[in-house]
């Protein structure tokens, strides 16, 4: 069935470094990448998202590829902040639909003052 | 605040019994989407309905069932609870009244749900 990785699972940084995480997708017919953002005890948030048409998307401090060919995509952070620190979860669409999303297992950045 | 409301926010019950969980969507999304999140196993796309009608299955136990009403809040049913049933459990809305997928996914809170 459908699958997405995602590495690594846990990544720890210092303030001011940059920060990427990788994602992997299965299904081909996947059009639609996400990135949400989990804060401790809170609900997942939208921080930037992809779409197949399109192979780079920035929006201040965080950027995301797109390789469609090798169904790869990656967050980037650069300049960390410790309010970065949180749980980060890639995302693909499923059966062509935006809406149906298949999750990766999620990476807890930490970033150290 | 997402504007997706989930009732109720925490509850504990013993194994086999029966909850349901809640969720009323943004005003005028049509659809609403559930998610279990559990410790290590990221979110797991449950069901999702489109206007009252089920659109997609992802791995949704049998013992589990939803329904999404007229007035478009959606109810998510756990029945012969297990241990591994502990988990948090979110509703996530999106889509306007145009039926435009937008993308992003408004999620609840969540409720958090603890079988003993």
């Known amino acids: 069935g459908e699958n997405v990785e995602q590495h690594p699972s846990t990544l720890s940084v210092q303030e001011g470094d940059s920060a990427v995480i990788k994602c992997t997708y299965s299904d081909s017919a996947s059009n639609y990448f996400p990135w949400y953002k989990q804060e401790l005890g809170k609900r997942p948030q939208l921080i930037i998202d992809i779409r197949s048409n399109v192979g780079e998307k920035k929006d201040q401090r965080i950027a995301v590829t797109l390789n469609k060919t090798a169904k790869h995509f990656s967050l980037h952070i650069t300049e960390t902040q410790p309010e970065d620190s949180a749980v980060y979860f890639c995302?693909?669409?499923?059966?062509?639909?935006?809406?149906?999303?298949?999750f990766g297992k999620g990476t807890k950045l930490s970033v150290k003052p | 605040d997402s504007g997706v409301t989930q009732t109720p926010k925490h509850l504990i019950t013993a194994t086999g019994q029966r909850v349901t969980l809640r969720c009323s969507p943004r005003s005028g999304d049509l659809s609403v989407y559930w998610y279990q999140q559990s410790l290590d196993q990221g979110l797991q796309f449950l069901i999702h309905y489109y206007n009252g009608e089920e659109r997609a299955k992802g791995n949704i136990l049998e013992r589990f069932s939803a329904q999404q009403f007229p007035d478009l809040h959606s109810e998510l049913n756990l029945s012969s609870l297990e241990l591994g049933d502990s988990a948090l459990y979110f509703c996530?809305?999106?889509?306007?009244?145009?039926?435009?997928?937008?993308?992003?996914?408004?999620f609840g809170e969540g409720s958090r749900l603890t079988v003993l």
């Open positions: 995302a693909a669409s499923i059966r062509g639909s935006q809406g149906n999303l298949i």
């Open positions: 996530a809305s999106t889509a306007g009244l145009t039926g435009q997928h937008t993308g992003e996914l408004f």
